[in-house]
């Protein structure tokens, strides 16, 4: 018997991730999550990330409630998502809704650097105080409005939004680096698309809509 009583449901939520892509491939071009996703996503604690209340459900693929009106998305599109960034171990990662900081330890176990912004007190105290508990000490959480990014570290190698926003926040195009990724959720709040935006070494971006997809409206946009 394993000595960690979710290890058997991480692996469960592995596996689904894996039919998830292959059942999504034809909206997302990708029929396999990059194996180093999997591996740290297959051994960070997800349920130490939600509230107590949603604890027994939080390897399933789903999203979860996490106060404040906010949710924690369901694993395959944190999966998704990570996988399209295609985090190297050298880069700096610039996240926009840190919850209450899964995501966040996703990408600080495959990056030199996270920095991430959240807007909302509650979570962002809840959220450095979840990572402390897991030891994620290259993770720099700021309490602000997201969609103006941090320029105080900018350029990024990759950004990743994690809330809803009608197009990409221009603040955050200019602080990710030539050769960079993002990936944001854009659209109307009913007709949500993943994105992934590149920019070429000259500076161009190109834009690729992916999956749909229904995430929280990213605040103070207005």
Request: proline fraction near 7%; aromatic fraction near 6%; charge should be neutral.
């Amino acid at each position: 018997m394993s000595a960690d009583p979710f290890e058997d449901l991480r692996q469960q939520m592995i596996a689904v991730i894996a039919a998830q892509a292959v059942f999504s491939s034809g909206e997302t071009g990708k029929a396999a999550i990059n194996s180093r996703v999997l591996e740290v996503m297959g051994r960070i604690p997800r349920h130490n990330f939600v509230p107590a209340e949603v604890r027994p459900y939080a390897y399933a693929d789903s999203p979860l409630p996490i106060g404040c009106s906010k949710t924690i998305s369901q694993p395959f599109i944190c999966a998704l998502m990570t996988d399209l960034l295609d985090v190297q171990p050298n880069d700096v990662v610039l996240e926009i809704g840190t919850g209450l900081g899964y995501q966040a330890a996703v990408l600080s176990a495959l990056a030199k650097k996270v920095y991430s912004v959240e807007i909302i007190e509650e979570l962002a105290a809840q959220a450095r105080r979840r990572l402390a508990d897991q030891r994620c000490a290259n993770v720099e959480l700021k309490l602000a409005n997201g969609f103006h990014g941090w320029p105080e570290h900018a350029p990024y190698d990759k950004v990743i939004v994690t809330a809803g926003t009608d197009l990409v926040p221009a603040p955050l195009l200019y602080q990710l680096k030539p050769g960079g990724r993002m990936v944001v959720p854009t659209g109307l709040p009913d007709a949500q698309r993943l994105v992934l935006v590149e920019k070429d070494s000259a500076g161009r971006t190109k834009a690729k809509e992916l999956l749909r997809v229904r995430f929280s409206l990213l605040e103070g946009t207005e």
